[in-house]
């Protein structure tokens, strides 16, 4: 991932050595956390809930509700289901102290409230040591021992677990009737393992563009949820070079042979900014929730540039050239483009 700010190769390289020792070191906390997870067994509405521990240096609660709706509305045999839940304005929130029982607000530590929930007024406000037994404040359905979890690994493993028994209870609820497996090829398998193996190295892989024998810009775009997507392209001396573009949460890829002379025009756009020599990042906080950003690597020349909420310069004209190529708007990724 591209981060926020401005890096000469010496500097990436650097800082990519101590984001991973310190990933080591938050892993390895992670690992001593202790978690309870209380989920309503009617619509499966998720409170995370970290009391206090050797390794839990502070009470906190988590909020998640998804009612799947957006992944089963567009099918021809939907149907709302008969039961009506409440509150499904509120769907997630994290780091909270207390909940209100009531709407579903979580209560944070610099809300002077006097035990009042901001959002509905109402007192049922409790910690996540008293969960267990209270009605949810979706469905009404009481709240069951909560399960158990130690270590961010098995907290994991269990909302993946949860994600799937939900999403196939909600499928049912509305009437959607079960896809059957597509029967696909050998090749097929082996050409979307090539894809998931691509995908995972042009989005994890630091040192894909600093270590590329190719000239390589590699551009980002992302929002505050990081969804966003991708775009790589790759060529060698003058001759033509090889898009890629992946959305990041379908993971839908595109390879495309791009043409010597559109790569110029885009060697030509980083040469007029002046990309390699002007100094453009000034440190700031972008409240707009989304990040432009590029890498580029040509012959022996390489700069990192990254910005939240930009909407014109090098990174803005970069990254719709890119998609122009692409036969794509920034539109067609990102539905609340301008």
């Known amino acids: 991932m591209i981060h926020e700010g401005e890096r000469t190769q010496e500097s990436k390289i650097k800082e990519i050595y101590k984001f991973n020792e310190s990933q080591k070191k938050f892993k390895k906390e992670l690992s001593k956390r202790f978690h309870i997870l209380f989920v309503c067994s009617e619509c499966g509405l998720q409170i995370l809930y970290q009391p206090i521990t050797e390794h839990n240096k502070y009470e906190r609660l988590d909020y998640d509700y998804d009612d799947y709706k957006e992944c089963f509305k ?30 579903g607000k979580g209560l944070f530590a ?157 060697i030509q756009i980083i040469n007029e900014h002046n990309y390699f020599e002007k100094r453009f990042y000034k440190k700031t906080f972008g409240l707009d929730g989304y990040t432009f950003g590029v890498e580029i690597k040509i012959e022996d020349k390489y700069k990192e540039l990254a910005m939240w909420g930009i909407r014109s310069g090098i990174l803005y004209d970069v990254g719709m050239l890119l998609l122009e190529f692409a036969g794509k708007t920034f539109k067609d990724y990102y539905k609340y483009a301008w």
């Open 74 to 103: 567009n099918d021809p045999d939907f149907k709302p289901f008969e039961k009506k839940y409440k509150n499904l304005n509120i769907r997630s929130w994290g780091g909270a102290e207390k909940i209100c029982m009531d709407c």
């Open 110 to 266: 610099d809300e002077n409230t006097d035990n009042t929930c901001l959002n509905c007024k109402g007192k049922n406000i409790i910690t996540g040591n008293e969960i267990n037994g209270k009605p949810c404040p979706i469905c009404g359905t009481e709240f069951y021992e909560g399960i158990k979890l130690q270590g961010y690994d098995a907290y994991e493993t269990k909302i993946d677990e949860l994600r799937d028994f939900w999403w196939n209870k909600y499928r049912k609820k509305y009437n959607v009737k079960k896809l059957l497996p597509k029967i696909i090829t050998e090749e097929e398998i082996k050409e979307k393992e090539r894809i998931k193996s691509l995908t995972k190295c042009y989005q994890e892989n630091d040192f894909y563009v600093i270590g590329n024998k190719n000239n390589v810009i590699r551009f980002e775009f992302r929002d505050a949820w990081l969804k966003g997507f991708n775009i790589i392209l790759e060529w060698f001396s003058n001759e033509n070079g090889k898009l890629t573009v992946f959305e990041r949460h379908s993971m839908e890829l595109t390879e495309i042979i791009i043409e010597y002379e559109k790569i110029e025009k885009i």
